[in-house]
């Protein structure tokens, strides 16, 4: 998996019918911004900019608050507080809710999906020498990190640590679509690094979502209703000449480059999506019938 948020190739086709001549177009509010160092967006059908900036700010409060729990970057967050110290006494519910998918899709995935593989992602991002990068990647298993509800342990203080870039973005994708809901609202498009089609638009239709490999062109679109998507591109960023950003602790099996994973969750399929970067296609149907309703929308 990866510790940097990583690009996303996912571009949104989330454009009204055309309307006989005369017509109004229903309204939509519009939001741009950045959650965990990727590109965020909101589109709310049916209000108008003014309407939607006091759900628009709770959202943009609501994601600031998520950072400070699943951040590897803000230095006093819950995550960077645990890699700091080795322990974290009293975590956050959604950082608890979190773990524990994360243990799930570890275990589907034999392994591939270990939040703990950050030591060896930074050995290699730094240029270690082998013998450091094979010590790095002793220190990675998941299976030695205790989760409990009052406290989290990593196994070696000052060596181990955790990265949850690689679902982060799909649980705040789905947090933020929840406090959407709250607030009556259901005909949305979250995006928050992975995206989450709620509803229809206005012209009731699904939403569009076009999914593209490298160089940005798109190999495929697909219609989004009540459902997330996410996409991880292994190669969007290379740690070495040969070495892309999502790494299998078990070694290198010639991943797919580019995944895209549909589900009813977001924090599902962007977990997914990574998870499947780092593994064979033979592996892949096991690996996702752990999982009701995922489909793999794309695999280049």
């Known amino acids: 998996m990866t510790p940097l ?4 190739f996912l571009t949104m086709s989330a454009a009204c019918a055309t309307f006989p001549a005369g017509a109004k177009p229903a309204p ?3 939001w741009r911004g950045v959650a965990l160092g990727a590109e965020a967006s909101l589109r709310l059908e049916g209000l108008t900019d003014a309407q939607a900036a006091p759900i628009i700010a709770a959202a943009e409060a609501e994601m600031d608050r998520l950072e400070n729990i699943f951040s590897l970057y803000r ?3 819950e995550l960077s507080r645990l890699n700091r ?3 974290l006494s009293g975590p956050a519910p959604e950082l608890l809710n979190i773990l524990s998918l994360c243990t799930a899709i570890h275990e589907a995935s034999d392994g591939a999906f270990d939040p703990s593989i950050q030591p060896l992602w930074s050995a290699i991002a730094t240029g270690a020498n082998p013998e ?7 220190s990675v298993g998941w299976a030695r990190v205790t989760v409990r509800t009052d406290v989290i342990h990593l196994p070696q203080p000052g060596v181990s640590a955790l990265t949850l870039n690689g679902i982060a973005q799909g649980a705040i994708t789905d947090r933020i679509s929840a406090l959407l809901t709250a607030h009556g609202l259901r005909d ?3 995006n928050m690094g992975e995206i989450a089609a709620l509803g229809q638009r206005a012209d009731g239709q699904a939403w569009q979502v076009g999914l593209a490999g490298r160089g940005g062109n798109v190999h495929k679109s697909i219609e989004l209703r009540d459902r997330a998507v996410a996409t991880s591109d292994a190669r969007s960023l290379m740690l070495t000449g040969e070495q892309g950003h999502i790494l299998n602790p078990a070694g290198d099996p010639r991943p797919a480059h580019v995944v895209s994973v549909s589900a009813p969750s977001a924090a599902i399929a962007d977990g997914l999506s990574t998870a499947l970067c780092a593994l064979p296609e033979k592996r892949i149907g096991a690996v996702t019938a752990a999982f009701p309703e995922v489909r793999v929308e794309m695999r280049l």
């Open 85 to 87: 110290d080795g322990h």
């Open 5 to 8: 948020s990583r690009r996303r």
């Open 75 to 77: 230095p006093q967050s």
């Open 188 to 190: 949305v498009l979250v």
């Open 132 to 138: 450091e990068i094979d010590a790095a990647r002793r």
């Open 28 to 30: 939509a509010a519009h």
